[in-house]
């Protein structure tokens, strides 16, 4: 064990300039996501669950009152998010609420959202924004079919079918 030691303290440290190479993960072993939950009126019941398995989930601005459904029938799903955490949480979600209709990836348009956007989920986005985009429905079969997905390339590609 010393050997292994001595051979990592004689390894020369990254200088000043020097470009440092990054490792992408699958992701399986980060951080579990942050998920934000429209003010439902039975929002609490899908937070519980959603912590329940270890996810850090909250409310999404809960004094503004209660949302109705009719508005909010979206999931916005960051694209980094690894594939279990994504098909779990849009499970509970569907299984939650039946009325959710669409989702969208945070990387599917031009615009630029704040970094850690691609690391969450938002359950209950505007479903104004969905029709604005151009995004289509899915049913019930859609929402077995996407959580059936095997890698997060398929995940993405089946979304990218909807938008």
Known sequence: MEGEIEKFRNQPMATRGEKLD??????????EPVVHVSNFANANALVRKLRKKGYSAEIYEPLR??????????????YK????????VISLAIETYPHIEYIDLSNSDDTSPPFQVHYQIFI???????????????????????TEAVTLAELHRYINNYQ
């Open 22 to 31: 990054i490792i992408e993960t699958d992701g399986e072993n980060d951080e």
């Open 65 to 78: 009152g209660i949302s109705n459904h009719k508005d909010h029938k979206c999931i916005w799903l960051g």
């Open 81 to 88: 998010l690894p594939l279990r955490h994504a098909k779990d």
């Open 124 to 146: 209950g986005g505007a479903t104004s924004t969905a029709i604005h985009r151009g995004m289509k429905p899915l049913q019930k079969k859609d929402w077995l079919q996407l």
